[in-house]
């Protein structure tokens, strides 16, 4: 009974607590004892946060007991990727030159899970600063993926994804700056969206170096679609902190996951044109987005073909992370990874011609993407090129074609957050390895409501939550 709690949809839960049926005193404290028995297979934890999170819980079941209010995640355990600053807890960022850091505020994903009622129960394990597509740090081991702890559970969110996957917490948040919340839910079979850029407030700190940001969002881990949509409800929305993010009012994304999907026209592409994809990957892809056929909607394949998007997202990626670390480049250089100093080191080499060059390609390729959602709705692809590898052994080939070491798995994600879109990854099925594969869903600007509409209606056709992985 305590391991079907521990996978309970955090919807019901919330519902359990405020019917005074489970008490979130219980929960944490289930939650808490799966992590020290499970986590040691995985290393999806950096920092626990038990003091606070059991605090939290003593106070959500006096405000229960005394008929208060009660917030959307009122009771509910959630990790947060290591990425967000917690006031007075330790956040590392993955990375060795900041292990001891302890920020004294919030990130703003973590200010609106406390208002909204949520426990941080730890911060989840990451690359340092989100910089690689697999959860790999100099603070300790690889995170591991819950079907099978050899493989990579993906990244950046890589610790969020293997939480949510295993049953160690309700919710996971992560950030994706070119996939790094949707690869881990592929390799790891959770339910992770990506929110249209500034949609979800971007915030590094009082301290931190004024940059644009092109490219990251944070958004939800979960085990079920209504969970992301409560959970991406509570982090939408303006904040004058970060002068990007969006003035417009959120759209009811729980009631988008009850209002259907007939007659939306979905345009499904096997390789944007341009990407190898394993065809066992390829053909669970293919046959998810057929279903959408049964559910009333027209799938019609597209031409969509993409001209070597990976260079010019690198040289603008690289350049503004290194515009805001320069000086942790100088200062810190032997603590940090290898690839972190190769990222800054390339971005430093980036000159203002060729950064305008890049943002000239972005909108070409807007234009590109802007065509297809004239005549569709959504745009459905594979999440990923391939199922998740063995630590350290990302493949060279895939199809029997040779690919980059560094993003030839993950050749749909990256060019999304170019375009700024909202994308999600919805588990559709397994390899013969029992390895998840993911469906890619890629909405229009603002078109999370449509996004989570279908991932709902499809969650419905072909569930996947019952599925249990081995670390559980």
């Known amino acids: 009974m305590d391991r079907d709690l521990a996978f309970a949809p955090a919807t019901e839960v919330r519902q359990l607590i405020q019917n005074k049926q489970i008490s979130p005193v219980e929960l944490t404290e289930l939650y808490f004892s799966r992590i020290d028995t499970l986590d040691p297979q995985l290393n999806s934890f950096l920092t626990l946060n038990h003091d606070e999170a059991m605090a939290s819980a003593k106070a959500a079941e006096r405000a229960v007991m005394q008929g208060e209010t009660l917030g959307p995640l009122h009771g509910i355990p959630t990790s947060v990727k290591d990425l967000e600053l917690t006031k007075g807890l330790r956040s590392t960022g993955g990375s060795l030159a900041f292990k001891d850091r302890v920020p004294d505020e919030d990130s703003v994903v973590v200010e609106r899970i406390k208002r909204a009622g949520g426990s941080i129960i730890g911060k ?50 992560g950030t994706d700056g070119g996939g790094s919340t949707r690869i881990p839910a592929s390799f790891c079979g959770v339910y992770g969206i990506k929110p249209t850029l500034g949609q979800v407030p971007y915030y590094a700190g009082a301290g931190a170096v004024s940059t644009t940001n092109l490219f990251t969002q944070a958004g939800p881990l979960t085990r079920t679609v209504r969970d992301a949509a409560v959970m991406l409800q509570v982090l939408t929305g303006y904040d004058s902190r970060d002068p990007g993010s969006l003035r417009q009012p959120a759209d009811d994304y729980l009631a988008a996951a009850d209002r259907g999907v007939s007659g939306l026209r979905i345009a499904w592409s096997p390789d944007f044109g341009y990407a190898p994809v394993d065809p066992e990957v390829r053909a669970a892809a293919e046959k998810a987005a057929r279903v959408f056929e049964d559910l009333g909607c027209t799938v019609e394949e597209t031409s969509l073909k993409l001209d070597s998007p990976f260079d010019t997202f690198w040289d603008l990626f690289c350049a503004i992370s290194y515009a805001r670390n320069e000086q942790l480049l100088k200062e810190h ?42 005549d569709y709705d959504l745009l459905m692809s594979p999440t990923m090129a391939a199922t998740a590898f063995p630590h350290g052994q990302p493949p060279s080939e895939i199809a029997g074609k040779p690919v980059h070491w560094f993003w030839g798995f993950l050749p749909f994600t990256f060019p999304i957050n170019m375009i700024k879109h909202p994308a999600a990854s919805i588990p559709c099925g397994f390899s013969e390895e029992g390895l998840p594969i993911g469906l890619h869903i890629v909405g229009p600007r603002l078109g999370e409501a449509t996004i989570i509409a279908a991932s709902a209606a499809f969650e419905e056709a072909r569930p996947w939550a019952q599925h249990r992985p081995k670390v559980s």
């Open 124 to 173: 989840t394990n990451t690359p340092e600063f989100g910089l690689l597509a697999r959860t790999e740090n100099r603070l300790g081991d690889p995170c591991g993926n819950p079907w099978n702890p050899e493989r990579t559970a993906g990244g950046s969110s890589g610790g969020g994804a293997a939480s949510v996957a295993s049953g160690l917490c309700s919710l996971a948040t």
């Open 333 to 374: 250089r032997d603590e940090l990874a290898d690839y972190t100093v190769e990222c800054y080191e390339h971005g430093a080499t980036i000159t203002g011609a060729r950064f305008v060059r890049g943002l000239g390609y972005i909108d070409r390729l807007q234009a590109q993407f802007a065509d297809i959602f004239e």
